[in-house]
């Protein structure tokens, strides 16, 4: 395992990303909504440095399958999340990989009638986007390597690690969890 963002480095980021919030919506209410599981970590560590008034909801998608690091069938589940109807909305997930996930998490959110939907993440997988959307915000462009920690998981393992670190092909071969 080898660390790419350091705990330090990971402070920095998000404080930078929630002063990028308190900027553009200051005093203007905002539902930010975690996509489970990946983003708690982001999640409880952002919330406490924003200012606007702030409803704090979560919706679960899925589309890692098993042992496999490689993207299965997209699952969205909207079940848990709060009504978004004429709210302005922020979508937070943990990386924007093939961007398959929060592409078509945006159009769910907006066909519940959000009045904007926006998205953060914390890491950005460089020149692997597979669709037509960025997020509007993140914090690390990293490279194309599996990564875990800070909520990232490895078969539901590794998501306390307070930093982000590269699990490499062999290690995830080795694996026994
Ligand atoms: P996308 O739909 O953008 O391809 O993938 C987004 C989702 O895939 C993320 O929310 C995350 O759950 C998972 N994912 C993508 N890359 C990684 C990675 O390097 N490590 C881990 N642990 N999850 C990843
Ligand atoms: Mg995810
Ligand atoms: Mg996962």
Redesign the pocket.
């Known amino acids: 395992m080898r660390t790419l963002i350091s705990q330090s480095q990971l402070e920095a980021g998000v404080r930078d990303l929630a002063a990028q919030l308190n900027q553009q919506y200051a005093d203007r209410p905002l539902t930010v909504l975690g996509?489970l599981t990946?983003s708690v970590v982001l999640l409880a560590d952002l919330i406490r440095q924003l200012e606007m008034p702030l409803r704090v909801g979560v919706l679960q998608a899925r589309?890692?399958r098993g042992a496999a690091t490689t993207?299965g069938e997209l699952v969205v589940n909207l079940e848990l999340m709060p009504a978004v109807e004429g709210c302005d909305v922020l979508l937070l997930?943990?990386?924007?990989?093939?961007?398959?996930?929060?592409d078509e998490l945006v159009r769910r959110v907006r066909a519940c009638g959000a009045t904007s939907v926006r998205s953060m993440v914390l890491l950005n997988?460089v020149g692997r986007c597979e669709v037509d959307y960025q997020p509007d915000y993140s914090a690390f462009d990293i490279p194309n390597e599996?990564?875990?920690g800070y909520g990232?998981?490895?078969q539901d393992h590794y998501r306390n690690l307070p930093f982000v670190a590269a699990l490499d092909p062999e290690e995830i071969a080795a694996e026994s969890l």
């Open positions: 996509v990946g589309s890692y993207a997930d943990d990386i924007f990989d093939t961007g398959r996930t929060l997988k599996f990564v875990v990232l998981d490895y």
